[in-house]
């Protein structure tokens, strides 16, 4: 079975009885394919824990491991206790694991942020490279996917952004809001029992050639070329400035070539890169600014050009009278010069539009497991905002031809 028809179909195993959780158990699956970890943030009965339980289920004879995170939560109760007999009669300090977080494929932490500081200095070889030292020996980890969650995100200066960094995708987990989604809630099934079938199983066989097959993803030259301006956005932007560490720029091209992989593709294309906007913000309120870049950074040339058109415009405007040439009975070339640019320039804005819509559209590729109604809303709401802004300058055209005979 191919591989994007497989996943298809996990997902709808999955998510019966959930009501608009798709984009949370799609995204979960694209980082346990990837193995990279997830943070779901959102207010208590959000479903992020049923989320991470159901993402358990995609692998056969996985096991998982769940926590609930306090203060007063001890590295015993996550590693799994330290061994008496070895302690007293080898003199070795090694915890027996079995059953605890070093022996699970699918690993759940709610509210990561109150653990100490014991358990949040071991989970950062954890996350980053899967591996946990116990006593003298480092275990290789079999865990596939970390799911954290919590209410709320680390505080700056407060010590947590090594381990904030190792979650790569960041995405927010919310209450129900269509009323009829509400009402088959309530009138659904409270306990709905999910049989994923053995053939769509996700087995270590599966597994391991999965991974081996998106090593040899690639990423084309107009897409790392679009990242680098992406990226240069990011420096330009004094007033809100988004730091993305190399280390996360390394696991998010794993994370597109996946992508691009679990859809039958060979190689990453402009769909994949709607994912940015999950693996991008430190802050809730960096998210607009981040969406925003992503979809200006690929329209970069054509936004400055009607930018400025709408400047030329605006200087046109703003001088109040325009002297005839006729009227001197000699040619002004400054009035002849606005004629011609006030005439002409309609086309060049229909071009820009078409460019600048085409560039867009191409982020919301409808094959995309990954790209949600929500992505598609927002790339809407953008081609909207553009063509606000080109009527604008289409009005401000007609009005300044008036002005001449």
């Known amino acids: 079975m191919a591989a994007k028809k497989q996943i298809e179909n996990l997902l709808s195993e999955i998510g019966k009885g959930l009501y608009e959780k798709n984009h949370l158990l799609a995204l979960g699956v694209l980082c346990a394919i990837a193995g990279e970890s997830y943070f779901l943030l959102g207010l208590p009965g959000t479903a992020k824990s049923e989320v991470s339980r159901r993402l358990k289920m995609i692998f056969k004879d996985a096991t998982s491991f769940e926590y609930l995170m306090s203060r007063f939560s001890t590295p015993d109760e996550i590693f799994g206790p330290v061994s008496i007999k070895k302690l007293k009669d080898m003199d070795t300090y090694e915890r ?32 980053n490279e899967k591996i946990f030292t116990n006593g003298r020996t480092k275990i290789n980890l079999p865990m596939k996917l970390l799911v954290a969650a919590s209410n709320e995100i680390p505080e700056v200066g407060s010590g947590l952004e090594a381990i904030w960094d190792r979650f790569i995708v960041r995405v927010i987990s919310e209450s129900v809001k269509d009323e009829n989604n509400f009402y088959k809630m309530l009138r659904g099934e409270q306990n709905v029992t999910i049989n994923v079938p053995d053939k769509l199983l996700i087995t270590e066989n599966v597994f391991a050639q999965w991974q081996n097959e998106i090593q040899k993803v690639t990423l084309p030259d107009d897409i790392m070329l679009y990242l680098t301006q992406l990226r240069k956005l990011f420096s330009q932007n004094t007033e809100n400035k988004i730091y993305v560490s190399d280390r996360r720029w390394v696991k998010i ?103 600048i819509v085409a560039g867009i559209n191409q982020f919301r590729n409808g094959g995309n497991l990954f790209v949600s109604q929500e992505d598609i809303s927002l790339i809407e709401a953008y081609i909207a905002d553009f063509n606000t802004k080109k009527e604008r300058v289409e009005n401000t055209i007609y009005e300044q031809r008036k002005r001449f005979p």
Request: hydrophobic letters at 45%; proline letters at 3%; aromatic letters at 8%.
């Open 253 to 355: 091209g794993k994370l597109l070539r996946t992508s691009a992989f679990l859809n039958d593709r060979i190689s990453v294309d402009w769909s994949d890169l709607m994912l940015l906007r999950h693996c991008l913000w430190n802050q809730v309120q960096e998210i607009p600014l981040i969406t925003n870049a992503i979809l200006s950074a690929k329209i970069y040339k054509e936004t400055k050009e009607l930018e400025s058109i709408a400047e030329q415009l605006n200087t046109i405007k703003q001088r109040r009278v325009w002297v005839d040439p006729l009227s001197k009975g000699r040619k002004n070339t400054e009035v002849e010069r606005v004629k011609s640019f006030l005439f002409t320039i309609e086309d060049d804005v229909n071009i820009l539009e078409t460019k």
């Open 96 to 127: 027996m694991v079995e059953g605890y977080l070093p022996s699970a494929d699918v690993v759940f932490l709610d509210e990561i942020w109150k653990a100490g500081p014991a358990i949040q200095n071991s989970l950062l070889t954890v996350l």
